[in-house]
């Protein structure tokens, strides 16, 4: 067990009181951001958001990041969000240039007009995987999210050396994870979606009987698994 001095505390409290807290974290964000986008033009200017990553998610899961088109309105123009989840600034600066980069992967789809997630946004398609490969990340298939988990790859982070010592330096804060609720027993049963987003719900019986295919993406009907996480 450790003690913090009254010196030491004062110190502290003196560096929250006399400056920004959240501005210089913001601003890291928004000029590795920037620096995304010199490397690779096609990604589009954006409002950076940080937030809550664990509100309303799956107990244990924490939303790392999420783009999102046309969002915000700046001088009659349309500009897309990048949400930040503060939780996990935890993870420190590389891995969250890592979801920077996941974010600007969706961004290029945005910008491309392709199709890279099915399942309302979770499922992480081959396409979104070749466009990770293209930003200089690395992702691995996961059973809930597909092609979401995300790492830099070596090259990327030499290349992206000075962005993530200025992260690391900003990086002095990250959110508290909040409590799941207390939930009851569940009274209905999961729907089951396909490829294409279609969801059906049928008793577990019926499903356990033989796969109930979808007719217009030819994939069968599995139970849907609420997501923890949008990536890694």
Known sequence: MTSTSPDAAAEVDADVSTGPISAPVVAALETAWATIRARHPEVPAVVIVLGAGSGGAAAGGIKL??????????????????????????????????????????????????????????????????LATEV???????????????????DTATAYADTITALGKALRLHRATDAAPVRGPRKTTPPCVCDCGRRIRVAASVLAAGPITCGLCGTDFTPHQPDEKDQP
């Open 136 to 154: 200089g990340i690395t992702v691995t298939k996961d059973p809930r999210l597909g092609w979401s988990p995300t790492a830099l790859t070596a």
């Open 65 to 130: 990041g999420h783009f999102a088109a046309l969002r915000w309105h700046h001088h009659g123009e349309r500009l897309p969000e990048v949400f930040v989840g503060g939780e996990g600034l935890a993870r420190g600066a590389g891995e969250v240039l890592a979801t920077l980069l996941h974010e600007a992967a969706h961004a290029l789809a945005h910008v491309r007009g392709i199709q890279d997630t099915s399942r309302q946004g979770r499922w992480h398609n081959a396409r979104f995987k070749a």
